[in-house]
């Protein structure tokens, strides 16, 4: 690891500077919740927020995004021939991003990013983006990172990991990329003395110790498929949940979308939008048949999804970064630590 | 790489209609660019998205066979938005072809063995191809007995029926072709469920693979049958179908557990079904 010790000034104008020359995002606080946006000062940034409400993956899988765009109009020799849309790949930097956010845009790697198909957006708006993570020294209550793989300062995720400390940072370069934009751009800063790493890691141990585990989650392995899909369990679980999709929407490791065409006069586009599990439509074939047609069903693919398919697919553990989200705005408390506490005693009971 | 959403523009040269009912029709596409012709390089068992500008995608087995050079072919059911258009569009017209998408029927392990294919109503579709690809004879060699069994409701809704009456007549592959039921004096060929057929007809299962493809009232009937002639379930063969929309393994819509259908399937063993969640 290479630190840099940086007081908030310094950072400052660092980040005012990179502010000139990129696209800069970071949690800004808008009405009562923090959400990433562009800014151009770093007085815009709230760096005392603890999560924004709406994950970042919307950087890099909009919410609604132009696919392709064609001509109707018969005059026009390219009519209904699709032409990619044209897009904005400068380079960008997202300042401030939560270590569980950045680890969970790599899970979702595994899916955009494969050796037979790369999606070309994710993979572009990855490449042409630098992570600054910052680090999280008091997690919040729904927090649970540690507790399925990740952590408050998990380095995984980011280019770059900041420590806020009393008045400065310490500033981490954690990857090729981080080292870049430091050698481009020189924040300042000195080597930190050894009481300053030593406070990092006393910072860092009072943070994960503020988590508590589950368990083991590699029993979540050991089990075979149907032992979970056929458990009591889902029938308990779907009992409250009203389908309304609040915990995919907001979750940073769902990515599911939808693709629909969309026709203005004699001009069209191809888009494609977030869409979720837990809505019957999702799933509905032409015929009238629907293989989650009920909600138990859907309720289970969820769950099942992030803690038994993705787990057995890709072996890179659990696509749930443990941002807490989806247990803090779910309308009917529906929470997700408690379903991996349940399937993992289902586990241990069967070993 | 390429992107992966994006479809080759193809002209629709032909359309026929298959059935009696109309609601059958195929489709003669045609590239066109021709090194677009070239990257498409499928095998039977694989499908495409068929796109239409301003409507969407629709999933589709691959019809025609890639013995047939210059021409791709699908054969759709009129059934929701992107079905009925299409039934609508005209010669001339330019749709896209994105593919070839998913995996095919097993071509290397079926080499050497004998084949048989049962097919249901309107899944015929990727078992055409699969026999044009098999009766070339620069394939023919390379597998023993083809056996095929395919029935529909009645005659009128038999697919290919001009393709169907010739391979009948060829002694290098045997065909049971069968209706539910008919009131045609003149039929001379069965009329029995696909199942009861199949029973009949009971074709060997020495050395041998099957592929089954039809509505999921035939499959569950005919599986037991396949059982009984020895059939054991790493070799009876099927394709699924589920609501798709990339059909890349990204939308997250058409999995069963930890498969997507449109990546790791459609083509599935019953073997590798059974280790799977009943959920399709
Ligand atoms: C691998 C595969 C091969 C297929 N092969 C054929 C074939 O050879 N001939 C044929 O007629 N049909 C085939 N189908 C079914 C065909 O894809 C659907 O009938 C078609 O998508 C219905 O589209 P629609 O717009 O008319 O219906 P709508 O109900 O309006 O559907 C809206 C959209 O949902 C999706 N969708 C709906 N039903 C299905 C479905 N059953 N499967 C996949 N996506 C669906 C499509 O994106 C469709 O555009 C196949 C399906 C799959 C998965
Ligand atoms: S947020 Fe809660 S109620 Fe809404 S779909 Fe998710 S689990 Fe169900
Ligand atoms: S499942 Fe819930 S806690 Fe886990 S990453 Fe998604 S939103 Fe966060
Ligand atoms: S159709 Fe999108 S994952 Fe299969």
């Given at each position: 690891m290479k630190g840099l010790l940086i007081s908030r000034n310094d950072l400052n104008s660092w980040i005012k500077s990179l502010a000139e020359k990129y696209k800069t995002f970071?949690?800004?606080?808008?009405?009562?919740?923090?959400?990433?946006?562009?800014?151009?000062?770093?007085?815009?940034?709230?760096?005392?927020?603890r999560n924004t409400r709406l994950s970042p993956k919307a950087l890099f899988h909009p919410h609604s995004e132009k696919m392709f765009q064609f001509s109707l109009d018969p005059r026009d020799p390219s009519k209904n021939i699709l032409k990619e849309a044209p897009k904005d790949f400068s380079p960008?930097?997202?300042?401030?991003?939560?270590?569980?956010?950045?680890?969970?845009?790599?899970?979702?790697?595994?899916?955009?990013?494969?050796?037979?198909?790369?999606?070309?957006?994710?993979?572009?708006?990855?490449?042409?983006?630098?992570?600054?993570?910052?680090a999280c020294t008091s997690p919040g209550l729904t927090c649970f990172c540690k507790a399925v793989g990740t952590g408050p300062f998990d380095t995984r995720g980011v280019d770059i990991l900041l420590v806020p400390l009393e008045d400065?940072?310490?500033?981490?370069?954690?990857?090729?990329?981080?080292?870049?934009?430091?050698?481009?751009?020189?924040?300042?800063?000195?080597?930190?003395?050894?009481?300053?790493?030593?406070?990092?890691?006393?910072?860092?141990?009072?943070?994960?110790?503020?988590?508590?585990s589950f368990g083991n989650l590699e029993l979540l392995s050991e089990n075979s498929v149907s032992d979970f899909f056929d458990a009591p369990l889902w029938n308990e679980v779907q009992f409250g949940c009203i389908n309304c999709g609040t915990c995919t929407f907001l979750c940073p490791t769902c990515w599911c979308f939808d693709i629909q065409d969309e026709v203005y006069r004699d001009k069209g586009c191809r888009l494609r939008l977030w869409d979720s599990c837990m809505f019957p439509l999702f799933t509905l074939h032409g015929s009238g048949h629907n293989p989650r047609a009920q909600k138990v069903q859907r309720v289970r693919q969820r769950f099942m999804h992030k803690l038994k398919y993705f787990v057995d697919k890709y072996r890179q553990g659990v696509a749930c970064v443990g941002c807490g989200r989806c247990v803090e705005f779910c309308p009917v408390n529906i929470d997700i630590r408690d379903i991996i506490r349940r399937m993992i005693s289902l586990s241990e009971c069967a070993v | 790489m390429e992107n992966p959403y994006k479809p080759y523009p193809?002209?629709?040269?032909?359309?026929?209609?298959?059935?009696?009912?109309?609601?059958?029709?195929?489709?003669?596409?045609?590239?066109l660019n021709s090194e677009d012709e070239r990257k498409f390089n499928y095998m039977p068992g694989q499908f495409a998205e068929i796109s239409v500008a301003g409507q969407g995608e629709v999933p589709i087995g691959i019809a025609s066979s890639p013995t047939e050079k210059g021409f791709l072919k699908f054969t759709i059911n009129k059934v929701g938005k992107v079905t009925t258009y299409l039934h609508n569009m005209k010669p001339g017209e330019i749709i896209g072809v994105r593919?070839?998408?998913?995996?095919?029927?097993?071509?290397?392990?079926?080499?050497?063995?004998?084949?048989?294919?049962?097919?249901?109503?309107?899944?015929?579709?990727?078992?055409?191809?699969?026999?044009?690809?098999?009766?070339?004879?620069?394939?023919?060699?390379k597998y023993g007995d083809i056996t095929v069994v395919y029935g529909a409701r009645n005659p009128g809704l038999l697919l290919y029926k001009e393709e169907l009456f010739a391979w009948e007549r060829r002694d290098?592959?045997?065909?049971?072709?069968?209706?539910?039921?008919?009131?045609?004096?003149?039929?001379?060929?069965?009329?029995?469920?696909?199942?009861?057929?199949?029973?009949?007809?009971?074709?060997?299962?020495?050395?041998?693979?099957?592929?089954?493809?039809?509505?999921?009232?035939?499959?569950?009937?005919?599986?037991?049958?396949?059982?009984?002639?020895?059939?054991?379930?790493?070799?009876?063969?099927?394709?699924?179908?589920?609501?798709?929309?990339?059909?890349?393994?990204?939308?997250?819509?058409?999995?069963?557990?930890?498969?997507?259908?449109?990546?790791?399937?459609?083509?599935?063993?019953?073997?590798?079904?059974?280790?799977?969640?009943?959920?399709?």
């Open positions: 970071a949690p800004v606080r808008t009405e009562s919740y923090d959400q990433f946006s562009m800014i151009t000062s770093p007085e815009e940034i709230n760096w005392a927020y960008r930097v997202i300042v401030g991003i939560r270590p569980c956010d950045a680890y969970a845009l790599k899970l979702v790697d595994l899916n955009f990013d494969t050796s037979q198909y790369k999606d070309p957006w994710w993979t572009k708006r990855r490449e042409i983006t630098t992570l600054i993570g910052l400065a940072f310490l500033l981490e370069i954690i990857t090729e990329k981080g080292q870049i934009l430091v050698e481009k751009y020189n924040p300042g800063g000195q080597e930190p003395p050894p009481e300053v790493l030593n406070n990092v890691e006393k910072l860092k141990s009072q943070a994960e110790s503020a988590i508590s | 193809v002209i629709i040269d032909d359309i026929i209609v298959e059935t009696d009912d109309k609601n059958l029709r195929t489709f003669h596409l045609k590239f593919g070839p998408l998913g995996n095919s029927y097993p071509w290397d392990k079926l080499e050497g063995s004998n084949v048989v294919i049962i097919g249901g109503g309107f899944a015929f579709t990727t078992l055409r191809s699969s026999i044009v690809y098999m009766l070339h004879p620069e394939n023919r060699p290098d592959l045997t065909l049971h072709i069968t209706v539910d039921a008919t009131d045609d004096p003149e039929w001379k060929y069965n009329v029995g469920f696909v199942p009861a057929i199949t029973k009949e007809k009971a074709p060997s299962s020495e050395n041998a693979y099957a592929i089954v493809c039809g509505p999921p009232i035939m499959i569950k009937f005919t599986l037991p049958v396949l059982s009984d002639l020895g059939f054991p379930p790493d070799r009876i063969i099927t394709s699924l179908e589920m609501r798709m929309k990339c059909g890349i393994g990204m939308c997250g819509r058409c999995n069963i557990g930890t498969e997507y259908v449109c990546k790791d399937g459609p083509v599935f063993t019953f073997e590798q079904l059974s280790k799977l969640p009943n959920e399709y």
